[in-house]
């Protein structure tokens, strides 16, 4: 069989599907399912909420249709699953929203399809948990009547210059002939190429450290800013120096937050608990990274007083994206709201609507002068639209998390701050 010529079914229409989806339709007749109906409305009108897609490249997308009926999705021989896995409020792997998935996928197979996973999971969950709940929904023999891939997805929200063609596919596949014909589909589109994992559980295992490691790197780097600041000396200053070596790996310090940095070492903990093994420098990272908003809080907190006005710039996970899952910016807001600090919140990136429905946080424009101001997510569009010292006095006080401007606010001798 060619599966070349078959129509591609991309489950779940996020940062990762949706991009796909635009990308494989250059190629192929292309469904885009997603269960949300408002998402799909809004794909229909050419928008994007998440930003990763333009109008003209929806509307350019003549092979790509976008459905939230099942019944749309029936007889394909080709499944991409992109949906979401994040953790629970013990950060342990939510795994629920991948199994509804498999279950709707396997309604739908027909004998020979093949069904390839891009979620981030932990090494094992692709053939012992996916493929038997698919089973069990078509009636279908795995690696029979039915196959899986693993394909990690490496798109980077917000990233216009690496897009999903520019970045190397690692695939895998349930048999050696199932694994040449994904990456048979994967090259169609992707002009840094396709790199064959051994196994389903090494391309499962891959994805997950890459997270993991950056996550380690950044926690590495907030540890030495914490210190610096004891030693008072600043960490930007440190990393000036140190970076003029070739080999040294230039990581920021900052809150560390999103669905995946923040959550995919939950899940390599998860599966090392299972097996026996030590996650000693994963958990160790993660601990540091997810104590920042309150080691931040802690220090504004010294600089200011109940009664000053204060203005915090961002609540998304992440600069120049929408995205407020699992967001420390949206941390640090409610640790000022819940002590009564007279705080707004201005982020023009984001959904209102989503903030104060996840975090019951309301956002504002600023107005007036702030006693302080934090910048917590430095959104481009923000500081090219608005001159930020309109609303300073000589004696505000500017905490800086990011450190991106240092030079901006320093020049004119304000009382500024960061890690």
């Given at each position: ?32 399912y ?11 009108q ?6 990763e ?5 929806l ?7 976008f ?5 749309d ?13 994040p ?7 939510d ?91 994967y ?28 996550d ?15 030693l ?11 970076k ?11 809150l560390v ?12 903990a ?6 026996k ?22 220090k ?8 000053s ?43 209102k ?44 006080i ?16 304000y009382?500024?701050?960061?890690l």
């Amino acid at each position: 069989m060619n599966y070349l010529n078959k129509k591609i079914v991309v489950v779940g229409l996020g940062y990762v599907g949706l991009p796909l989806a635009v990308r494989l339709s250059t190629y192929f007749d292309v469904i885009g399912y997603d269960i949300s109906s408002s998402r799909i409305s809004a794909l229909r009108q050419y928008s994007d909420k998440t930003n990763e897609v333009s109008k003209k490249e929806l509307k350019q997308a003549k092979k790509l249709s976008f459905t939230n009926e099942s019944h749309d999705i029936q007889n394909q021989y080709i499944y991409i699953v992109t949906v979401p896995t994040p953790v629970n409020k013990m950060n342990l792997p939510d795994l629920s929203i991948l199994k509804a998935a498999c279950k709707v996928v396997g309604k739908n197979i027909k004998n020979q399809s093949i069904i390839i996973f891009e979620s981030t999971v932990y090494p094992g969950v692709t053939e012992k948990i996916c493929a038997p709940i698919i089973s069990k929904e078509s009636k279908l023999v795995y690696n029979k009547n039915f196959y899986i891939g693993y394909s990690p997805e490496r798109i980077n929200p917000g990233d216009k210059k690496h897009k999903v063609e520019d970045i190397v596919k690692v695939v895998s596949g349930s048999t050696d002939k199932i694994t040449k014909i994904i990456g048979k589909i994967y090259k169609t589109i992707i002009k840094a190429g396709v790199f064959y994992a051994k196994s389903i559980e090494v391309a499962e295992t891959a994805k997950a450290i890459e997270n993991a490691q950056r996550d380690i790197n950044i926690a590495f780097i907030n540890e030495i800013s914490l210190l610096c600041g004891k030693l008072d000396i600043s960490i930007y200053d440190v990393l000036d120096a140190a970076k003029t070596k070739w080999n040294f790996l230039d990581f920021h310090p900052g809150l560390v937050g999103g669905h995946c940095i923040g959550v995919d070492p939950y899940y390599l903990a998860h599966v090392a608990k299972k097996v026996k093994s030590n996650a000693e420098v994963i958990l160790a990272g993660r601990r540091i990274n997810d104590k920042m908003a309150n080691i931040i809080f802690k220090k504004i907190v010294k600089l200011i007083t109940l009664k000053s006005r204060v203005l915090q710039i961002g609540i998304s996970f992440k600069e120049n994206v929408p995205d407020i899952r699992n967001s420390k910016a949206a941390e640090l807001a409610s640790m000022f709201i819940k002590k009564k600090y007279n705080l707004d919140i201005y982020d023009p990136v984001v959904d209102k609507d989503e903030v104060l429905s996840a975090y019951n946080i309301s956002l504002d424009n600023p107005s007036g002068k702030y006693d302080c101001i934090i910048i917590t997510v430095p959104h481009k569009i923000i500081f090219k639209d608005k001159n930020f010292k309109q609303f300073l006095n000589k004696s505000s006080i500017i905490f800086d998390i990011t450190g991106n401007y240092r030079n901006y606010f320093t020049k004119d001798k304000y009382n500024y701050f960061s890690l």
